[in-house]
């Protein structure tokens, strides 16, 4: 296949063929096409621009375009995180604060990636933010983070809450980075990879059927949780002052805060459904400012419900603790259905991450950002083997070697919020340097200082009490820009 021209100032993974990518491939579109109200026929007699080989995604409203940031964000997080959370900070009263600090910053994050996605629409997301206000070495070191440890840090994640899930609906006696959690949870991450290696409708069907799972389950532990306190049968712990024995430590806070933005996951996608609305300019403030107060609710409620039937050292110990909630309140078979639902969520989560992950490494290796061998995709199946490959290998490898949540998500959280307080001070700098710009989505100062400053704090207070975590997100950093310099910037074809 030839290669395409490209202007001289074009950054390769900012081409037409990463926007094709973006739209068509992005993790969620499985939920998505659940919201479409569009037939199939009508789909298909839609025009398409000569050029474009993909179908015009359908518009979405207001309704659909809500649905789909609460089930953005809504996942094994709240499954999870909860006992982490409070084993760190020591009360639950300091356990809600850090919940809804949490929720906050997802909320000025959203607004700030909005502005930028609906003012600067290129493909490529923070990777053409980054390579627009800071250069071309920026601009690599994220596609290389998001590829080499942000993606698989993700799937090892998903993966490790899988196995704790399933040992405890199996009622297997095991602990946190036993063994046999590890090898459930690269067994689960290999199931994933060889489903996708099958074709790309196989992995969609998958995660379609189980995408509305994890918010049936949430909302399911609110009002089982209210049910518990309005009958009177709430632990003694839960009548306990709320701030009682609360850490005083911001080292304790800032891994905690680590967890529980894991659970916004998600918040950062909000530019996928830009062009999708029918009136973005309008729209996406207004589904912005309605879904993150409920995501904030549901999850404050939760953590709540946990607590009315669960005991203090059960709540900051338990690492399943959806299932431990439903066996206190409902019995044993109340615990193996909760742990099912969350699993298949599980599944569904990793399957999306896999199937995104996997395609980005597609497009990197066909502009010659990675080696071209990832850019291969098989000519019948339309999988991207040695992406899906890539992605699973290294999940594998942070499975094997932090296999416990809160180790995984401190380094997913120092890498991640490292990234989105750079998109951040991004967004101020542009605000300077670019001020006719237009702006369909303009967030306020107070989002945007609000969102670099808090993260910035979590991100220092984090570097300093997770040091080997900020070493070993360092050394691949640095591992990047090593691998920037001995591979040249990728060959760019001057426009004729």
């Known amino acids: 296949m030839t290669e395409t021209a490209r202007s001289r100032d074009t950054d390769p993974l900012l081409s037409r063929d990463s926007a094709e990518l973006h739209r068509v491939h992005h993790p969620h579109d499985e939920l998505r096409h659940s919201l479409d109200t569009t037939s199939d026929e009508e789909q298909h007699l839609q025009p398409t621009s000569p050029t474009d080989p993909y179908p015009h995604t359908p518009k ?40 809804l600090i949490s929720g906050l910053l997802a909320w000025t994050g959203a607004a700030t990636y909005a502005e930028l996605g609906t003012s600067l ?75 996708n290696m099958l074709g790309a409708k196989e992995g969609m069907r998958v995660g379609r059927y189980l995408a509305v799972l994890k918010v049936g389950a949430v909302c399911s532990v609110a009002v089982l949780g209210a049910s518990t306190l309005l009958g009177g049968h709430a632990v003694p712990d839960f009548k306990r002052p709320l701030f009682e024995g609360s850490s005083t430590d911001l080292g304790d ?64 110990s338990s690492h399943a603790i959806a299932v431990d909630f439903a066996d206190a309140v409902v ?72 296999p416990t949540f809160s180790r995984l998500t401190a380094f997913y959280g120092i890498c991640g919020l490292a990234w989105y307080f750079t998109v951040g001070v991004a967004a101020c700098v542009l605000r300077f340097t670019e001020p006719g710009l237009v702006r369909p989505y303009k967030a306020s100062w107070a989002t945007l200082l609000g969102f670099v400053g808090v993260g910035g704090f979590m991100l220092v207070r984090g570097v300093i009490a997770e040091p080997g975590m900020t070493v070993a997100v360092g050394g691949f950093f640095v591992l990047g820009v090593v691998v920037f310099f001995l591979k040249g910037q990728p060959k760019m074809v001057t426009a004729p």
């Open 60 to 99: 979405i409203d207001y309704w659909n375009g809500l649905a789909l940031i609460i089930g953005l964000q809504i996942g094994s997080g709240i499954f999870s995180s909860p006992g982490t959370i409070t084993s760190h900070v020591n009360s639950l009263g300091a356990s809600l604060v850090v919940w």
């Open 253 to 316: 806070y800032a891994l905690a805060f680590y967890s529980s933005l894991w659970a916004y996951e998600g918040w950062d996608n909000v530019n996928y459904i830009t062009a999708d609305l029918h009136n973005p300019t309008r729209l996406l403030p207004l589904i912005l400012h309605s879904a993150q107060p409920l995501v904030i609710t549901l999850y404050l409620l939760a953590t709540l419900s946990y607590s009315t039937a669960l005991s203090f050292p059960l709540l900051t």
């Open 121 to 195: 629409p290129e493909s490529g997301g923070p990777k053409a933010y980054f390579a627009r206000v800071y250069g071309p070495l920026p601009s690599f070191l994220f596609l290389f983070t998001v590829i080499g440890c942000l993606k698989p840090g993700t799937i090892a994640i998903i993966a490790v809450v899988f196995a704790s899930y399933a040992t405890r609906m199996l009622g297997v006696e095991s602990h946190e980075g036993s063994v046999l959690e590890r090898c459930i949870a690269v067994g689960i991450i290999w199931c994933v990879i060889g489903i």
């Open 331 to 402: 019995g044993r078979w109340g615990g193996v259905v909760f742990g099912g639902i969350v699993a298949a969520s599980c599944v569904g989560a990793l399957n999306a991450t896999v199937f995104t992950a996997s395609r980005l490494c597609t497009v990197a290796g066909g502009d010659g950002s990675i080696p071209r061998i990832f850019g291969w995709v098989h000519p019948e199946r339309g999988t991207p083997i040695p992406g899906l490959l890539l992605q699973g290998s290294i999940g594998m490898l942070l499975v094997l070697l932090i």
